[in-house]
Nanobody, 122 residues
Framework: VQLQASGGGLVQAGASLRLSCAPS????????MGWFRQAPGKGREFVAS????????EYTDSVKGRFTVSRDNSKKTVYLQMDSLQSEDTAIYYC????????????????WGQGTQVTVSS
């Protein structure tokens, strides 16, 4: 599985961005997807995840109420809608995929995508 993330950019605080991730291969329907981010000088952290069915989602506390993760299995794409962006959200965002939702949440996915830069100016 190869993961292609897109949608990053430079925005002002309070703006919105939508990230997309389109895995290759035929296993998308049966795989859990997630987003992580790494800010300058910091480690990679979990942001959000969505189960293969799309029924269950999970978020880190700092983005709850502002970010929404979703997926469209017909388009084989997972999204991260980011609203009310803050300077603290500046980071490289990575999508990830895992058969196990627990492994995904623990930062041990089966696959990592390349990152997309999100920069929020205050």
């Amino acid at each position: 599985v190869q993961l292609q993330a897109s949608g990053g950019g430079l925005v002002q605080a309070g703006a919105s961005l939508r990230l997309s991730c389109a895995p290759s291969g035929s296993t998308f329907r049966n795989i859990n997807m997630g987003w992580f981010r790494q800010a300058p000088g910091k480690g990679r952290e979990f942001v959000a995840s969505i189960t293969w069915s799309g029924v269950f989602t999970e978020y880190t506390d700092s983005v709850k109420g502002r970010f929404t993760v979703s997926r469209d299995n017909s388009k084989k794409t997972v999204y991260l809608q980011m609203d009310s962006l803050q300077s603290e959200d500046t980071a490289i965002y990575y999508c990830a995929a895992a058969v196990s939702s627990q492994h995904l949440r623990a930062g041990r996915p089966d696959y990592w995508g390349q990152g997309t830069q999100v920069t929020v100016s205050s």
